[in-house]
């Protein structure tokens, strides 16, 4: 078996697709939590890359940045989705009362 710190590309990992389990998160605790623990169990980067010796993991501390980037682009796009669904209701119901007002011209 070669050595994994001689292996290519053992730092690349693949895109990743948020899933229920990590979308669920109520807080960025509970997100870095769920995403440390999906690349914790990763037979593939379990193979390729070294542990830490002291606390035993395999990503760093880049990664965990952008898991916290990660986890607040993910927040900005549920806020944006509620604001959008509050304006479509506005409009609608602000569309109701225009179609009910008499045709004065």
Same mark, same amino acid.
């Given at each position: 078996?070669?050595?994994?710190?001689?292996?290519?590309?053992?730092?690349?990992?693949?895109?990743?697709?948020?899933?229920?389990?990590?979308?669920?998160?109520?807080?960025?605790?509970?997100?870095?939590?769920?995403?440390?623990?999906?690349?914790?169990? %990763? &037979?593939?980067?379990?193979?390729?890359?070294?542990?830490? =010796? /002291? *606390?035993?993991?395999?990503?760093?501390?880049?990664?965990?940045?952008?898991?916290?980037?990660?986890?607040?682009?993910?927040?900005?796009?549920? %806020? &944006?989705?509620?604001?959008?669904?509050?304006?479509?209701? =506005? /409009? *609608?119901?602000?569309?109701?009362?225009?179609?009910?007002?008499?045709?004065?011209?």
């Amino acid at each position: 078996m070669k050595k994994p710190a001689l292996r290519k590309n053992r730092f690349e990992k693949p895109a990743f697709i948020e899933t229920d389990w990590t979308s669920s998160s109520k807080n960025v605790g509970e997100y870095l939590f769920r995403r440390i623990s999906l690349d914790q169990s %990763n &037979k593939e980067l379990q193979n390729v890359r070294p542990r830490h =010796i /002291l *606390s035993q993991l395999i990503i760093n501390s880049t990664e965990i940045n952008e898991y916290v980037d990660d986890y607040l682009l993910m927040v900005e796009k549920r %806020n &944006k989705n509620k604001i959008f669904s509050k304006m479509k209701t =506005i /409009l *609608s119901i602000r569309n109701s009362m225009v179609s009910r007002l008499p045709n004065i011209f």
